[in-house]
Every structure is written in structure tokens, then in C-alpha cells.
């Protein structure tokens, strides 16, 4: 066992139930001493509340599983426009913090082991916003690859898009183009952003392809199965979610990956977007965790 300072020890080998004890124990010797120090200095008993971490994972809050956090999250970030009107904003104000709540998101999936993240940018809906918000938001988009790609790259996140890139401006394409490659060998996260995206019309795109595949005399109609369709999807190669998140209190999907959401868990949340922290995160979190998924079994005929 070694002691690593700030009240935190690192134990090789040891039974994770027993960890868990033991760390229960840790926690209620803070509380007493906290408690005790509380009525003689406030300060110095704030200094001593441990972080309660997982020990599989020392970033990892302590109830959550590390062996049942989804792989693939996706989020609807709803409620960018609600937030700046509470505060007295413009609604673009609140697309800003909401494009850095996205990234202190990718920051804590990271950080808890999630593999892939995947955000709701832009629908192919979005298009009838007022000029001036999806302008803002085609800016946005350019500028935020622009400042962040460096941290991202060394941060080894893989970014990769999906929807209708071609409708986009020809400068984001380009910077699209350009963080796609530059990332794409890194391996700690997928981010993915659904730009221009719209479910349908995918799902259309799909069709079509396999159509003119059948046209050519390149595939039978008897050969189209769910696999094929899939590898024509813009998500192609990318695992279907295991938790969807919308925020604002809206229960809808909006358009977003049809398909790929056949057995996803929902978490509906009325946290606006821009206030959407890892708090709120970690709820939606214990929430997935505390659900069984059967993907259409019964509960006996699931392993063990
Ligand atoms: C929906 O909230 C939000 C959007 C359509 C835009 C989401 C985009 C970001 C958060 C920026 C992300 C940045 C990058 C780089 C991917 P709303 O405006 O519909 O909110 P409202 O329902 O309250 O009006």
C-alpha cells in the first residue's frame, strides 16, 4: 500500500468489495476529525473533506460501477436559449457556454472512462433558426476546432463528425477536414459531432446507396440486412449509444440517430444545457446505472 499524500493510498491487488469498506471507513475518520476541528477553525475542516473517488478508477465517484459505465454517451443539448434569457443574454451567449460545458463534458468522460462521446450540434432542422444564430453557430463551430484542437490532440481525443457535411461553410469543412486527420490516431475518446444531422435523412442516404448497389448488379435485394444498412449510416464503425442525455426538460429525440437508439437507455434531465456539470452528469450516470438492460430478453436468459 502506498501512501500518495492528500489522504489517498494506492492498494495493488486487493478485493474491490474490501476496498470499498475501507474507503467508507477512511471517509467517516474525515468526518469525525472534520467534525471536531469544525468548532475550533471552519476553515481547516473544510481542507480535510476527502474526494471521495472510486478505487478502480481514482477519478471515478465512489458509487458509481467503473465495469457498468456506458461506452457511448450522447447528448441533446437543449436549453442554450432558455439559459441566456434567465440571465438577461442574448440567446448566442448561451450557445457559448454551452459549447464549454461541452468541453469540460469530454473532459470528465475522459477523466471516468467513457470511451465515446457524442453531441447534437446542429440539426438538419436547425437550418430555420433566424440568420443570425446559425451564422453564430457555423462561427462557433470553426473557432471552437480552431482554439481547441491542440489540448484535444494532446488530451488523445478522436474527433470525427457525422450528418451532411457538404451543406457547411467551406471554411468549416476545411477545419473539419483538417481535425479529423489530425486526430485520428489518437485512441483515449471518440468525440463525435452530429453537424447538420438529421436522422431521416440519413437513414434516406442510406437507402439510396443501397439502391444504386442493387442497381448495378453489385448486391442482391436478399443481401440488404440490418448490417448493411448500417455500414451506409454516417455512424458507420461507431457503436450504438448506451445512454442518450437531453437536457431543458424536453422528452423528445428529436431527429437524432433513429437507428442507432433501438435499445438505448433515455435520461431526461431539466438542467439546461450550460448548467449541465459533472454533478448533473454523475446523476445521469447513477441513474443508467441502476437499470437493467434486457435488449428484448427476460431477465433469466441475461449472463450472469
Ligand atoms: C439547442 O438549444 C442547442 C443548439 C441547437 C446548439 C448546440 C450547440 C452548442 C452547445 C455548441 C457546441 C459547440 C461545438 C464546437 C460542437 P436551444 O438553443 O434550442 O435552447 P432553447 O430551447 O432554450 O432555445
Not at 439510396?208 to 464503425?237: C, H, W
Request: aromatic letters at 10%; charged letters at 25%.
Amino acid at each position: 500500500m502506498n501512501y500518495l499524500g492528500k489522504g489517498e493510498f494506492q492498494i495493488q491487488n486487493f478485493p474491490y468489495s474490501m476496498l470499498n469498506v475501507l474507503y467508507k471507513i477512511r471517509d467517516s475518520c474525515y468526518n469525525v476529525v472534520s467534525l471536531a476541528l469544525l468548532s475550533r477553525n471552519p476553515r481547516q475542516a473544510t481542507y480535510l473533506k476527502p474526494t471521495i473517488s472510486n478505487p478502480m478508477n481514482s477519478n471515478l465517484p465512489l458509487d458509481l460501477t467503473l465495469q457498468n459505465i456506458p461506452n457511448h454517451v450522447a447528448v441533446i443539448m437543449d436549453g442554450n436559449g432558455r439559459w441566456a434569457t434567465k440571465q438577461k443574454l442574448p440567446r448566442i451567449a448561451g450557445h457559448r457556454q454551452g459549447a464549454k460545458t461541452l468541453k469540460e463534458l469530454l473532459r470528465c468522460c475522459k477523466d471516468w472512462g467513457i470511451q465515446i462521446l457524442t453531441a447534437y450540434a446542429f440539426s438538419t432542422e436547425n437550418w430555420r433558426r433566424p440568420t443570425e444564430e446559425v451564422d453564430f453557430l457555423m462561427l462557433l463551430f470553426e473557432k471552437m476546432l480552431r482554439r481547441e484542437l491542440g489540448e484535444m490532440h494532446r488530451e488523445g481525443v478522436r474527433i470525427n463528425f457525422v450528418g451532411d457535411l457538404s451543406a457547411l461553410p467551406k471554411s468549416l469543412q476545411n477545419e473539419i477536414q483538417r481535425s479529423i486527420l489530425e486526430t485520428s490516431n489518437n485512441q483515449d475518446i471518440q468525440f463525435n459531432v452530429a453537424v447538420n444531422y438529421g436522422s431521416r435523412k440519413e437513414i434516406v442516404s442510406a437507402c439510396r446507396q443501397l439502391a444504386e448497389l442493387v442497381q448495378k448488379g453489385e448486391i442482391k435485394p436478399e443481401d440488404i440486412n440490418e448490417n448493411l444498412i448500417e455500414k451506409n449510416l454516417y455512424t458507420v464503425d461507431i457503436p450504438a449509444p448506451d445512454l442518450l442525455i437531453r437536457t431543458s426538460g424536453e422528452k423528445r429525440v428529436s431527429n437524432f440517430l433513429l437507428w442507432q437508439m433501438a435499445y438505448t437507455e433515455m435520461y431526461f434531465t431539466d438542467v439546461l444545457w450550460p448548467d449541465f456539470d459533472r454533478d448533473a452528469f454523475h446523476q445521469a450516470l447513477l441513474s443508467y446505472q441502476n437499470r437493467e438492460r434486457r435488449f428484448g430478453k427476460v431477465k433469466a436468459a441475461l449472463p450472469a
